[in-house]
Every structure is written in C-alpha cells, then in structure tokens.
C-alpha cells in the first residue's frame, strides 16, 4: 500500500521561503506523476504542480510559475516542493498526491493516492 507523508510546513513571513518534502513508500516509483495541490480556507483543493517521475517533466500553476518549483529525488523516494517569493493568499494546507498513470494531471480526480497534508502559512 502506497503511503505519502508530508513535511516542512510552517509560519514564514511574506516573501520567505518554505520547501514542503512528501516522502513515498509502499513502492518504488519509476514513471508515476506525483503533484502537489492546496487548500485554502474556505475554498476548493487546487492544483500547485506536477512532475513526472521519470522524465523529470513539470507542470505548474499560474499561480506558482516563477515562485515554486517541484523536484524528486529517486534515491529517496520524495517529491519536494520549494516555495519562494511567498505571499499570504498561498496560505492554505498543502497536499501531495500521486498517480499511477497517465499524464500531469491538473485535476484531484486524476489522482490516485494522497498525503494527509502540511499546514503552510504566510503573515504579512
């Protein structure tokens, strides 16, 4: 059974720097497309970004172009997330997700795993 654990949430001043670690066991991935989405209060779960695990390609959020950037480390088994420049509208609980085949899906739907989430927010 497939299990995503996320980390390095927190309290950071606007325009600081978090990166959020989402550590994967169960399997070792090879081709999955693994993303990252959040949830601000009172809205909807929203895509952040994706990576495909074994082509290293990206896609990203208007929101998160330029700011965020979405690696994985194979040795570890871990996707990470580095967010720079942050704002207070990017306060929200931050989830990794997985999926099992396919493309970078921009959809909750197009995933097949999820973490339980980190807390990341942002004062101004």
């Known amino acids: 059974q497939v299990q995503l654990v996320e980390s390095g949430g927190g309290l950071v001043q606007a325009g600081g720097s978090l990166r959020l670690s989402c550590a994967a066991s169960g399997r070792t991935f090879s081709s999955e497309n693994m993303g990252w989405f959040r949830r601000a209060p009172g809205k909807e779960r929203e895509f952040v970004a994706a990576?495909?695990?074994?082509?290293?390609?990206?896609k990203y959020a208007d929101s998160a172009k330029g700011r965020f950037t979405i690696s994985r480390d194979s040795g570890k088994n871990t996707v990470y997330l580095q967010m720079d420049s942050l704002k207070p509208e990017d306060t929200a609980v931050y989830y990794c997700?997985?999926?099992?085949?396919?493309?970078?899906?921009?959809?909750?739907?197009?995933?097949?795993?999820w973490g339980q989430g980190t807390q990341v927010t942002v004062s101004s």
């Open positions: 997700a997985g999926r099992m085949a396919g493309g970078l899906g921009v959809s909750r739907s197009d995933y097949d795993y």
């Open positions: 990576i495909n695990w074994g082509r290293r390609v990206t």
